[in-house]
């Protein structure tokens, strides 16, 4: 997910999803392992934020409305189903990042 975020593609339901993921794995392990890989994660959100979300706005720009998991909805196949809290093609051409 992070690998997508430096180029743009995600969603900022994404960004909210991984800020709490690793608030999730942060003290809740016996090694120190899940906190060293949570802190940078945590970091880069709380003092880059608008950085992440500037690069999704101009990704989406540039190549179209992105899916939930990173798919680009001009590339989804419209005869798939997708689960009901994912945006089918149709409907992801309305979102918008605003």
Known sequence: M?????????TYREIDMIQELTKEMEGHTIC?????????????LRHFRPEV????R???EKNGPVLFGGALARDQDPTIALP????TPE???QITLS
């Open 91 to 93: 409907e992801a051409k």
């Open 84 to 87: 009901s809290n994912m945006a």
């Open 53 to 56: 979300e500037r690069r999704m």
């Open 2 to 10: 992070m690998h997508r975020f430096v180029e743009g593609r995600g």
């Open 58 to 60: 101009e990704y989406q």
């Open 32 to 44: 120190a392992l899940a906190d060293a890989a949570a802190w940078p994660v945590q970091g880069l």
